[in-house]
């Protein structure tokens, strides 16, 4: 392992660090340097050679006990490579860090199998479709509730229309859905907010909505554009736009925008059935990523919570 180093984040070049992120196999915009600055400021890495391997470490302090999260609102990180084979490389990295934080609660990505099946790793669903075809071959995988909804919100009158603003979601968000989700603090929104107007003025977020035939909107739905995929990033409904089935109607107008690109889109997994439902009713197929636990603290810290 003395060949991988640990690089404080004063000590990484974000011009260089998004480098490496660009040229690995597995990339994923999560892990490129400005997600990281703005829901893990003090974020490190480990190393290997010019970015070969690479490893952000997403931590943070407290009680005095040094820990590694999953930002909200990031995914998967874990170990990105430039060739395959650093990929076995994988328990040389958390045997790494594992010296540095004793407690570790993180997600790796859908390449970083190594740890899959052990006693600290749970696995966590994804869901994935191709954009391969054309739309009306990707329209005849929708099931018949996707298809229903979707007729539905067209006879409502429900119209789809873009976006340059952030505000507009995050409110839609916490005013109808952030009381079920009482884990996300006001520090949690404002780096939400802050990552859509970068990636909105950078182009990598597009913000639609769904609106009334009267123009208000009842839905809305931010896509992240990670280098090879679509992903269903962020989200709002209203109980309006659930009867309307407003978000049937956001898929169905992205999948019938970059039908035929070849784009994979990604609809962020999840935990619940029903919205889990919700996906593969548009095709999405189950592809399934590592969730690592280590906890090797002492009672009664062992009980520690992020």
């Not at 070049?13 to 690995?24: G, I, L, M, P």
């Not at 075809?133 to 119209?159: D, P, V």
């Not at 909107?217 to 009867?243: P, Q």
């Not at 935990?271 to 090797?296: C, D, S, T």
Request: proline share 3%; aromatic share 16%.
């Amino acid at each position: 392992m003395t060949d991988i180093k640990y690089l404080t984040n004063d000590l990484i070049d974000r011009n260089e660090w998004d480098k490496w992120v660009r040229s690995a196999r597995n990339r994923r915009i999560y892990a490129s340097s400005s997600f990281l600055d703005i829901f893990s400021p003090c974020w490190d890495a480990l190393v290997i050679g010019n970015g070969d391997a690479f490893m952000p470490l997403t931590w943070s302090r407290k009680f005095g006990i040094r820990y590694m999260f999953q930002p909200i609102f990031v995914q998967q990180l874990g170990l990105f490579c430039k060739e395959d084979i650093f990929a076995g490389r994988l328990p040389d990295f958390i045997n790494l860090f594992s010296g540095f934080f004793r407690y570790a609660d993180i997600a790796l990505n859908e390449t970083n199998n190594g740890y899959a099946g052990t006693q600290n790793c749970a696995m966590m669903d994804n869901y994935l479709m191709r954009l391969d075809l054309t739309y009306e071959k990707l329209a005849m995988r929708y099931s018949s509730n996707t298809r229903r909804n979707i007729i539905k919100s067209q006879r409502l009158g429900t119209f789809v229309m873009p976006s340059s603003c952030s505000s507009e979601v995050v409110n839609l968000f916490t005013g109808y859905q952030g009381r079920k989700y009482p884990d996300i603090r006001s520090v949690n929104y404002l780096r939400l907010k802050r990552l859509l107007d970068l990636g909105i003025a950078g182009g990598f977020i597009e913000v639609r909505h769904a609106c009334r035939s009267d123009g208000k909107i009842i839905a809305s739905a931010c896509f992240l554009k990670d280098y090879d995929r679509i992903v269903f990033y962020f989200s709002a409904n209203t109980k309006e736009g659930r009867l309307h089935g407003a978000m049937f109607r956001l898929i169905d107008s992205l999948i019938r925008k970059y039908s035929g690109t070849g784009l994979l889109l990604d609809f962020n997994g999840s935990v619940n059935p029903g919205i889990a439902r919700f996906y593969e009713g548009f095709g999405a197929e189950p592809v399934q990523y590592p969730r690592l636990k280590i906890n090797r603290l002492w009672y009664p810290a062992r009980f520690f919570k992020h």
